[in-house]
């Protein structure tokens, strides 16, 4: 029996049963390729894992172009992280293979194994240069693996467009000013360091590289022996200090007059040598050098637009700040005041900084509901709020926080749109964690568009109980 089937009016007739015999495996696969891209897409999506993606990218050109084409779009291979990556694919030829691909939209490396190591694979697969890497961040787990003159050399001429650099570990410095393009340097993390940055290298640094922006040279443990005499006058486009006191005071009046400065933050030296007259036990550690910190409030007051200081290594007296040259212009947004001791009563005179965005007053011993509560009335644009390991509030200031912003919002004029932000509220570890979470504040449509729980701390701020490592920062307009 002859049998036909109509599609569209169109008459098509089925196969014979002599035509009917299997087509060869060449027949099948050829198949495929009359796909359109879109059916191509849709294969794609539905691959379970990136093994799989390789496999069918390495089949031709044109599938290839669309694997390397929705790599690209996704973003999700814009860092390599290689230790990610060889889980995802065990076989070293894949690996090869996809990172020889990814090459020129690679924009970031995280690294945590040996910097050498690293170089040394890549060289083995034959990825001699990163042309649009423009950040690299190096914290090794293994902390005595320090990177060589070597390895910063090499670095440098496989990642000639480095923006961001960053360096956990130990490090002479040699070879770092060969990253021509280098906008932000940070060598400092909160932890012993078997050396610090070589005088000469800090030379180069500053004098060969122009676009120098962020420079962190802190170094924590000991007192720095570095100084910026000699550099100060190259630094002509840096927005972001961050150095030793030591190093600062011989060149405070100049780095203030850095025509770029937004920000400066100074780590206080300490000194763990204990004087022979004094007891072990009783010896209180505590750094009081403030004259720098007062120097500059005189010298930039009309600029400044925060600070932020770590009360415990700068126990500043009560009233310390009732004749600060701040008052009279009035332009604090970001507000930082930490591990203080003393009582609150002195921290209402700052809810006159109507602009004030940003409030961080974590590790206080007698923050109370009342004294918050005053800022949250006063200041209408407070955005970020840090009341971490602050014990004595209680869940009340919630409440009536919420109620102010929920009257303040209500009396608003309706013309026009405005986009209303919500309170960022820092809680770890405060009086009130735990009616937070027993209470699922997170998720309450009460305080949703009001007050949002953040398990974080701030953006910009260290961590551990000040928002600035051991010494103070300044914000300049």
């Known amino acids: 029996m002859h049998c036909s089937l109509t599609f569209n009016g169109v008459m098509a007739e089925e196969p014979s049963t002599a035509l009917a015999t299997p087509p060869t495996p060449i027949e099948q696969t050829a198949d495929i390729f009359k796909l359109n891209n879109d059916c191509l897409d849709c294969i794609f999506e539905r691959l379970q894992d990136l093994r799989s993606e390789v496999a069918f990218a390495k089949v031709c050109q044109r599938f290839q172009w669309i694997c390397l084409n929705r790599w690209r ?10 230790e990610k990556w060889r889980e995802l694919l065990p076989n070293y030829e894949d690996l090869c293979y996809f990172i020889r691909q990814m090459r020129p939209f690679i924009k970031l490396m995280t690294v945590s194994s040996c910097l050498c190591t690293l170089l040394r694979d890549l060289d083995e697969m034959q990825i001699y240069v990163l042309p649009n890497v423009t950040s690299f961040y190096y914290d090794p787990e293994d902390m005595d693996c320090y990177p060589s003159d ?16 960053r360096l956990t570990t130990p490090i002479q410095g040699r070879y770092l000013s060969n990253f021509r393009h280098l906008q932000e340097l940070h060598l400092y993390e909160d932890q012993h360091k078997a050396y610090e940055l070589q005088q000469e290298y800090l030379d180069e640094i500053c004098s060969q590289l122009p676009n120098l922006k962020v420079l962190d040279i802190r170094m924590y443990d000991v007192i720095s022996k570095l100084r910026l005499n000699n550099c100060v006058d190259y630094l002509q486009n840096l927005s972001i200090l961050k150095l030793n006191l030591a190093t600062f005071k011989s060149v405070l009046p100049d780095v203030l007059k850095l025509p770029a400065l937004k920000q400066l933050v100074v780590l206080l030296d300490t000194e763990w040598s204990i004087p022979p007259l004094a007891s072990v036990d009783t010896f209180d550690h505590k750094i009081r050098e403030v004259r720098e910190f007062y120097e500059i409030m005189e010298r930039k007051a009309p600029d400044i637009v925060g600070f932020a200081v770590d009360g415990y290594y700068m126990p500043l007296e009560p009233g310390w700040d009732a004749d600060l040259p701040i008052w009279s212009h009035r332009k604090l947004q970001r507000l930082a005041i930490c591990s203080w001791t003393h ?3 002195f921290l209402e005179r700052y ?49 009536r926080a919420l109620k102010i912003l929920k009257q303040r919002e209500s009396t608003k004029p309706c013309s026009g749109f405005t986009i209303v932000r919500p309170l960022l509220l820092y809680y770890v570890l405060c009086g009130f ?10 998720t309450s449509s009460d305080y949703k568009n009001y007050i949002m729980f953040m398990d974080e701390f701030p953006v ?6 000040s928002f600035v490592d051991r010494g103070y920062q300044f914000d300049f307009e």
């Open 460 to 465: 910009s701020s260290e961590r551990g109980l």
């Open 73 to 82: 779009s996704s973003h999700a291979y814009d860092q390599l992280d290689m």
């Open 433 to 442: 964690e735990d009616y937070v979470d027993s209470k699922e504040l997170k």
């Open 150 to 165: 070597r390895s910063i050399y090499k670095m440098a001429k496989m990642m000639p467009n480095l923006l961001r650099l």
């Open 343 to 345: 009582a609150v009563d």
């Open 351 to 399: 809810t006159c900084m109507i602009n004030l965005q940003m409030l961080c007053l974590r590790n206080w011993t007698y923050l109370c509901d009342d004294m918050l509560v005053k800022f949250i009335e006063s200041c209408p644009h407070l955005h970020h709020l840090d009341v971490s390991y602050c014990r004595e509030l209680t869940p009340n200031f919630l409440h």
